[in-house]
Nanobody, 120 residues
Framework: VHLVESGGGLVQAGGSLRLSCAASGSTFSIYAMGWYRQAPGKQRELVAALASGLRYTNYADSVKGRFTISRDNAKNTMYLQMNSLKPEDTAVYYC??????????????WGQGTQVTVSS
């Protein structure tokens, strides 16, 4: 599975951005997807995740109520709607997919990352 993020950029505090993650390849084998972020000098952290059936979502406490994760299966695209952005949300955001297929077995795929910068 190949993942490509888009939608990052520079925004003022209080603003909004929507990130997109387009998946290609054996997308039928994906059972979970998520967004992670990594700020300079910090470890990569989970921002939001959802199960393939959309029945389960999980958010980091720091983004609850501000960020919304969603997926359009028809477009093989996952989104992260980010509202009320804060300077501490500044980071490189990565798309992640986990799945299983009969060729690779269990796998984890990552996108190349997209920069989000929130100015104060």
């Amino acid at each position: 599975v190949h993942l490509v993020e888009s939608g990052g950029g520079l925004v003022q505090a209080g603003g909004s951005l929507r990130l997109s993650c387009a998946a290609s390849g054996s997308t039928f084998s994906i059972y979970a997807m998520g967004w992670y972020r990594q700020a300079p000098g910090k470890q990569r952290e989970l921002v939001a995740a959802l199960a393939s059936g959309l029945r389960y979502t999980n958010y980091a406490d720091s983004v609850k109520g501000r960020f919304t994760i969603s997926r359009d299966n028809a477009k093989n695209t996952m989104y992260l709607q980010m509202n009320s952005l804060k300077p501490e949300d500044t980071a490189v955001y990565y798309c992640n997919a986990e799945g299983y297929d009969n060729v690779s077995g269990s796998y984890t795929s990552w996108g190349q990352g997209t920069q989000v910068t929130v100015s104060s």
